[in-house]
Nanobody, 124 residues
Framework: QVQLVESGGGLVQAGGSLRLSCAAS????????MGWFRQAPGKEREFVAA????????RYADSVKGRFTISRDNAKNTVYLQMTSLKPEDTAVYYC?????????????????WGQGTQVTVSS
């Protein structure tokens, strides 16, 4: 069993930056693919970014490509999402998730464990 806890969310002005962290406990993340998803009010959860177990491959939604960067530190059992040039439409609850297979999937059903989410609000 893997427990995931997100942190780093908050209120930021448009154009600003935030770094989200996802810390794992219960099991090492070294063999898990990791993803970030988000859900805005009244909308379905959507894919943001993902990274393979080794960190050798990453994948991004078109809406965040060039602005967000996913990374991981397996020694710290933590995954990060660096968000820059934030826009009001990035406002959402951000969730991290772990995939036992180890891929950088963009499909939520591939993920086995989910955190509780952290709120990101971008003001205009």
């Amino acid at each position: 069993q893997v427990q995931l806890v997100e942190s780093g969310g908050g209120l930021v002005q448009a154009g600003g930056s935030l770094r989200l962290s996802c810390a794992a406990s219960g099991r090492t993340l070294g063999s898990y693919g990791m993803g970030w998803f988000r859900q805005a009010p009244g909308k379905e959860r959507e894919f943001v970014a993902a990274i393979t177990w080794s960190g050798g491959s990453t994948r991004y939604a078109d809406s965040v490509k060039g602005r967000f960067t996913i990374s991981r530190d397996n020694a710290k059992n933590t995954v990060y999402l660096q968000m820059t040039s934030l826009k009001p439409e990035d406002t959402a609850v951000y969730y991290c998730a772990a995939d036992r297979i180890g891929y950088d999937s963009s499909w939520s059903y591939d993920y086995d464990y989910w955190g509780q989410g952290t709120q990101v609000t971008v003001s205009s």
